[in-house]
């Protein structure tokens, strides 16, 4: 346990986790709609509000766990409630905090229905989202991992698009399925370490077929939640049906637990099946990278425009996590930051023009551009955020994991170039489409630009593209110890292994 | 005052046995006096959860074992009587008999968890079964084809097989041993010297427990029953006999047969049969109560992978297990007999909508069904993975692995009434009035599937040192 750094005193990540939850309990007694989104706004300001000493007493020198909590839960099984935070989770967990609010704003006006349950569930949500980032015991990561999908199946299934049955439904089997044997391999993992503490499991000598079998299973579970291709069909149906709020939280958070999970649990806890695999698992980042692009190029419709584009930046991320090396990894870490803010702010987009042509048709949105020049402002700067330009966040991002990638090998990162090409590509399709359109633009004269509200939602979606690409060292630094011991770790593994040169039984 | 709650239970019985009697029962009378009987028999089982005691020359042990699952049993006979106070699929002139048959039913169970000689748990087991017999053709005839008179007779049919098989299973543990005392035939057999016949005795009695719990290959009653017999009686059917099934599984496995690999293959193989094919019929069902049997029928192939394991914590898992599965089927036949509008069987799509139609229900429906699906926090998911990590520790991978992939396969069926309930609009279909009291009910179940879930160390630590007396 000294790789934890108790906090004493006020138990700040158990608050981050409860508080969300127990304004959903609140929400439960009191019924007005006003109230309800009020409350809801209330609750994720306090949370995003309290997680920001997270950052001012983070000690970015130190690779331990902080921010600490630990309470037995279930002695018998060696079970405990155990929190804690480092490099790697820190910024996901404040970006998940951070976001909740604008989730909420986004969807002040396009709830009209049922807005106490939707408010509920964006609560319940926050919890489970925050849990699964902060769990450093491997039953409560996994409880928080597989509650979170009954919120987010609701989320789709009430308050979704025309196919909202068919896309919550698959999304829902589709995540449970991966995640089945994830327990399997949760409890293989107990029955040889004997604890349920992920630090301790990390680094141990299993055998290596165990630790293939325990790979598959823990990769499986996060390349479904990625999405990896070929793992990915549902990831479009999802998106293109769930309301904006629960596009955002789809693309900005959810998707990054399965990154997370790769970073986390795959490559300690199963290092030599991490390097024995990672060839296979790079070429199908590049292909998800290429086949994201190429199809985002054909969609006629945004929301799944943007989500191919989604498969395919994750695919940038996945690419860097298993290089191997700390430039690829801390790309991939920051790529995960930008991804959340750049899709969560593109999808806020698409939610704001859907608000007011009730379509998300491409065709049907073109040339508003000369109505809504504060709307079209913000969209070009997050596309061109989104293909990576220079001075926005995905640049560096990217550019980190393709250094990493070149470092590993040349082949492979002049393979992922075309992607970056391609996301320009279908990137400023979109936008020439909608800012000017053709000679046959509908009529567009009816649309009203983006209020007030609309704008101080995007506004700190801006500045983080803007102060990530510009300035992103802070962020560096943060993750900059955790990753580096995770490398270290990782090196001093495989010299052992070599040195040792044990046969793999 | 060891047998406190028997007691009550049988006075209970008597006094609706008087009611019954007037020459126009009436069924207001019927339903408070079983009502006082059956919160008066939870109290009961409270009040002697410590009792300790041998009675009737030993064949009749209160301990804490049988005392745990009598609580139980208490428990869900009051939640029971408290949702299923309408009875509406029952004629309101038989009412008086359907208490007396359902108190003496329960009678049976509880005298069944104390029972350790073999003719004691012959009795208590017919007791049981016989009056349950009888519940299932009470129901009104609606549908003109008398589907509960089939399901009665199948119930009967496939009963007294399993009962046939137990008596031939006890006899051949009486001619081998000499005694009918379980210590003693435990300890008769502990010397060695262990013939085959052993095992196969011991299996012709698990056969009979095994129709009780419908596991593969005893389960074909099960659809067929759930479907005709009325909304309460089949909430008391897929509950309540649960408890006795595995508390007298437990019983009888640790009777040594000196063949425990074979058992435990067995086993296994039935563990598995039943999950699939509990959970994939379960997928093609309309009928929610045919499905909620069949998926009854998966669950009890969970049961028997915890049992599998043969040891303490294997035990005290399966009865953490079976507690949270009852009181989740309660939380699903809860909202059944109450959607259903006179008594008749609730589909699929007769549940559209109840978010707005009666929101608690809808809600109680939820997490009754997420839970039966095994998704965390609710108890389902714990007892999933208890169950699993002491498969696994028994070094079951395949088995386990199997099980897992089944929890995906059941979200399915599970999900899709969830679906109904919550995104479907309710069209023609009119709200759904209930009284506070089963409202109350609900929020007691929900309470207790979340909390026993998210905390179960206490009881699971409980129930194994309770196991341990056993052994």
Redesign the interface.
Known sequence: MDLLLIKEGFPLLSFLIFLPLAGALVLLFYHGEAFARLWALLITSLTAVCSLPLLFDFDPTSSKYQFAELYT?????KINYIVGMDGISILLVLLTTLIMPFCVLASWKYIQQ?VT?FMFCLLVMETSMIGVFVALDF?LF???W??M??PM??LI??WGGPR??YA??KF??YT??GS??L??AI??L??KSGSFFIPEMMWQPYSLTFQVLVFLAFFLAFAIKVPMFPFHTWLPAAHVEAPTAGSVILASVLLKMGTYGMLRFCLPITPDATMLLAQPILWLSIAGILYGGFTALAQQDMKKLIAYSSVGHMGFVTLGIFVLNSRGIEGALLQMINHGVTTGALFLCVGMIYERTHSRELALATGVGKYMPWFVTFLAFFSLSSFGFPGTNSFIGEFLVLAGTFEYNTFLALAAIPGAVLAAAYMLRMLQKVVWGGTANPDQSYLTDIGVREIAVLTPFLLFVFWIGLGPQPFLDLMHTSVSTLIDQLHHWQQHQQVAAVPWH | MVILPELVLAAGALALFLVSLSKTPSAQTAKSVAMVFGLATFAATLFAFQSQGSLFYGAYAVDQYSQLFKAFIGFSLALLLIFGQNLKGISPNVRPEYYLFLLLSVLGLMLLVSSVELIAIFISLELSSFALYLLVPMRDDRTGIRVQMEAGMKYVLFGVMATGFMLYGMSLLFGLTGTTYLKDIIAFLAKGDLQPTVVVAVLLVLAGFFYKLAVFPMHFWVPDVYQGASNETAGFIATLPKFGAVALLIRFLTVPTGQSSFLIELMAVLALCSMFYGNLSALVQKDIKRMLGFSGIAHAGFVLLGLLALDREGYGVAIYYIAGYVLMNLACFLVISNVSREGENVRIEDVNGL?KRQPVLAFVLAVGL?GLAG???FVG?MGK??I??SA??ADH?VV??LA??N??IA??YY??VV?AA??AEPGERPPVTVHPSIQLAGVVLVLAITLLGA???RF??FA?TVVQTLL
């Open positions: 839960w279930i002695p018998r099984l049922r349950p039953v996994y409880i928080f597989e509650f999908l009954i199946y609701l299934a009430v909202k049955a919550s439904i829902f089997l449970l399925a089945v044997l327990l399997v409890i293989a107990y029955l | 978010y997420f998704i965390p926090p998911f993975f208890m699993l990590t696994l520790r991978v386990v692995c897992a992939i929890t995906a979200i399915y999900l899709s679906k919550y995104t905390l179960p160390a699971i630590d194994s």
